[in-house]
């Protein structure tokens, strides 16, 4: 080979890198289950698991904390996504209410700040004309 040793590892690493991104996606999502009879049934299906699996993505890299930005899907989808919870509305505030067995309010708060302030960022972008 004509590459550094150096080169041929990182070249390997990154694509181990891909493959444990593909089966995070076989396992959290199950994108994998395509049993409808008609390609493009198939095809549309793949389509959305690809959507849900980068909304996972996104969710990971720009909304969680850096102390549990390592969680896998399957990890947020339990914890955060699959969680029940209370919703009580009184006249002048809602208040959300869950099981602090999964998330402790002071995470659940970052969370919720760090989607608050991406929401802000995303308005004062300016809009792509296409």
Known sequence: MSSSPQAVVHFYNRRGTCEQNIKEGKHALTWTRLS??????????????????????????????KEV?????????????KIGAKIVSHSRMTVFQMAEVAVPEKL???????????????ARAPALSL
């Open 69 to 81: 930005a390592h969680w896998s899907l399957s990890s947020i989808q339990l914890k955060l996504i």
């Open 108 to 122: 659940f708060r970052s969370m919720l700040s760090r989607i608050h302030r991406l929401g802000r960022a995303c």
């Open 36 to 65: 409808c009879a008609k390609y493009v049934s198939n095809q549309v299906r793949l389509a959305l698991f690809v959507l849900a699996y980068n909304l996972g993505n996104f969710l990971r890299r720009f909304a969680l904390p």
